[in-house]
């Protein structure tokens, strides 16, 4: 059979850049008159070509039968009731939490939530003045969970670590010292730990006893048994969950913040993890530094003009958990997954990751380590609503009786201040719309 051919005066150079197939068949269609004998011929069509738009399966059903994509085998914390209304332009100072039996009986099991706190023990506490004028005292803690070394960041002299003050065996007061395990303020030549060694050795008498001591000393069946108040240790014992700061100054304000190098170190404006922080510090700062102490001053009367002005600090427990636990390698692929299209749930769920892997079990037991555990609670500086639950522990050993919504500082100054950033905002959108953050009441 013959096939109608180019034109005879076609050149090769010209047959040669025809290369597509298409543009061939059309081309020999347009000069089939080249061979009269022969006619031309259009190039062959699939059966669909002649079937009309409607006839075709266009839908986008999914077929019930399909396999559920794949994702992380690890446990993703279930979504939390959208708040309606909300509104960033009205926001309270804090906003009071309240228990729910029923909502409380509807919660999945236990099993969600760890079954025991991790171990934990500060092993080492130093003051750090900052560059705001302020001083916080950092805390560094192991634990029996992971290898990591988790921090409290501490403003203010009413939140001391009981792991920290305990005595260890074989130990001296300048090995005490060296760890942080000291009341008051170190200075050259300090020899003892503990303020009552010190004042006894310089001569200061003691301070009154207490009216609460003085009127359980007068108990008739007390008096046997009270001990001399100047020789009760300066870090009495106290219950595990039992809060030891002070009633009259409130609830300490507590920040939960997981370590994100990329918004506190390099100037990430992906996130406001760094703004988070920086807030947080701000709120609970206390004030200028105490002066270097002395003997004849510490633990007594000191100038009225350099004593700290009233406020009852707080914690920023800082967890080594990276990329809301994933860690800072996959963090900086889901970054790339990001630029793709992708928000920073489904980023996380694409590298076979639960949408959000932090646990907050080490956080609780350090805040019991604190002393803020029981009934007196604490303000919890946090937009997330499953935090609220996670940090108070399997048996509610901390209350969190206030949550305190985290603005972002754009916001409240209508974008003069703050991060701003599309990739920012797309965040702080899949923080409402994915996890459920409430950015008010």
């Not at 347009?30 to 004998?37: F, N, V």
């Not at 007196?376 to 050993?397: D, M, S, W, Y």
Request: proline share 10%; aromatic share 4%.
């Amino acid at each position: 059979m013959l096939i109608a051919g180019p034109p005879a005066d076609l050149g090769f150079d010209d047959v040669i850049q025809i290369s597509h197939k298409s543009s061939l068949d059309r081309f020999l269609a347009q000069h089939s008159h080249a061979s009269p004998g022969l006619t031309g011929f259009e190039p062959p069509r699939t059966k669909n070509r002649e079937r009309a738009v409607s006839d075709l399966k266009l839908s986008h059903a999914v077929d019930a039968k399909v396999p559920p994509p794949l994702v992380s085998p690890a446990f993703t914390p279930p979504r939390t009731p959208s708040v309606e209304g909300q509104r960033h332009d009205r926001q309270p100072g804090s906003l009071p939490v309240s228990v729910d039996p029923e909502a409380e009986a509807k919660r999945p099991a236990q099993s969600t939530f760890l079954e025991k706190l991790p171990e934990v023990r500060c092993e080492v506490r130093a003051r750090i003045p900052t560059t705001t004028g302020t001083e916080m005292w950092l805390h560094l803690y192991h634990n029996n969970a992971d290898e990591k070394e988790h921090l409290a960041i501490v403003f203010g002299p009413h939140i001391r670590s009981k792991s920290l003050d305990a005595q260890r065996p074989g130990e001296s007061e300048r090995d005490r010292m060296i760890r942080g395990a000291y009341s008051g303020t170190l200075y050259p030549g300090r020899v003892s730990s503990r303020v009552q060694q010190i004042r006894r050795d310089a001569g200061v008498p003691s301070q009154r006893p207490s009216a609460s001591y003085l009127a359980q000393a007068n108990e008739p069946q007390a008096r046997a048994s009270s001990p001399d108040p100047s020789q009760i240790s300066e870090t009495s014992s106290t219950s595990d969950t039992e809060s030891t700061y002070p009633p009259e100054l409130g609830p300490p304000m507590v920040r939960i913040h997981s370590e994100c190098y990329t918004g506190e170190t390099v100037w990430s404006a992906r996130c406001d993890c760094g703004e988070q922080l920086d807030e947080a510090a701000r709120l609970m700062s206390v004030g200028p530094p105490t002066p270097v102490s002395t003997p004849g001053s510490e633990g007594g009367d000191q100038n009225p003009l350099l004593e700290r002005p009233p406020s009852s600090g707080g914690v920023i427990i800082y967890l080594r958990q990276e990329g809301r636990g994933i860690g800072l390698l996959s963090k900086l692929k889901a970054y790339n997954l990001q630029d793709l299209g992708h928000d920073t749930m489904e980023a996380n769920l694409l590298l076979r990751h639960p949408g959000d892997a932090r646990s907050y079990g080490l956080a609780t037991a350090m805040l019991l380590d604190l002393g803020l555990g029981g009934e007196q609670g604490i303000k919890l500086l946090t937009n997330n609503p499953e935090e609220v639950r996670a940090v108070e522990g399997p048996n509610r050993e901390v209350r969190v009786v206030e949550r305190v919504p985290m603005i972002p500082l754009a916001w409240q100054t209508g974008g003069k201040r703050g991060v701003n950033s599309p990739e920012v905002e797309k965040y702080i959108s899949t923080k409402i719309e994915k996890f459920k953050h409430m950015f008010s009441g």
